[in-house]
């Protein structure tokens, strides 16, 4: 049988030739899985301590106990520009042609939270520089964490963007575990980060029970939200009036037992209401599906052809964060030298 003719494979085919845009993919969730295994193994990590490699994580708080894991295993910043690089090759060969990746700032050993961002946008720049021109183009969001950050910490995230805006940081995320932590904590740094010009997104309605923060975040109007899993009816009219573009990662949500199927998931109801959705990985390293996956599982659970398909990756578009507007010339030469490499 011919590749055309087999129908699984040129869905797969299509998939992965399609041009893609990834807008929600955690740095550290995407880890490659062999370097995982590499890394683990230099510091004495047993990985199937905590199941990582012989099964996915079957609820959102075992993802988190995976972050853990992954954690305890990039300590350098070495490591981290490893990962950064890394990702962009594996986007790249998945067919993705922009991505923004978020990351949340971590001191580690030798390195400031300046520095850990330095060694993400050195790992883009150094794959820039050996992919030629058909690798994907590679953007930077940093993430503050809802479960872990202070409202100072918070401020010292949107400085950093700031700092690092004409080196490719293009927003703000506020992520972590969504049990934890209170969204109005972050509400004066995330209106700060507008303020100085930063597009942000929130992780919203990722667990049940969170309907007044919802609407104190519809009150806010990201530039985008992530997941919107448990939203109320009332807060779900307004999310669909805001016109906020929506991130929608369903193998994460199914995983992480938010929704019960791919054919039950939230992007059905957001895609028929004209919503910009956005499909995204979330932690292809840690859920184990590239771009090209989330798509072809779209595709088959909402009977979408690929002329649909295409129409929705390209919407996408509409929802990326990159200024405007030219970022400025008030570069420093370290800056203008980051930026050239991209
Ligand atoms: C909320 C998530 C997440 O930042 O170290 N993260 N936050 N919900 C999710 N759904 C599954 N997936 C990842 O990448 C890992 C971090 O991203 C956030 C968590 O804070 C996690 O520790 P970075 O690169």
Redesign the pocket.
Known sequence: MSMEADPSARRARFVRDLPKLELHA?????IRRSTLLSLAASHGIDPSSAQILTRWPST?SE??SV??V??SC?TTLSDVER?AFEVGEDMASDGVVYAE????P?AMEGGSLDDYVRAVLRGFGRYRLTSGVEGVVLRLIL?I????HTAADAQDIVDLATAHRLAGVVGIDL????TKGEFLTFLPALQRARSLGLKITL?AG?VANTDTEMSAMLDFHPDRF??CCFVSDDNLKRLTQSRVPIEL?LT?NLL?NSVGSAEEHHFGLHHANGTVCCIST??SG??GSPLSNEFALVMDAFALDERQAFELAKRTLEAVFLPTSDPGTEATEEERRDWSVR
């Open positions: 955690h740095l550290n969730g995407s959102l993802a988190f972050f853990t992954i954690h990039v990962i990746i978020r990351s949340t971590r993430s964490d809802r479960a872990k992520s972590g575990d969504p992780h990722e992530g997941h990662c994460s992480s979330d932690d840690v859920f």
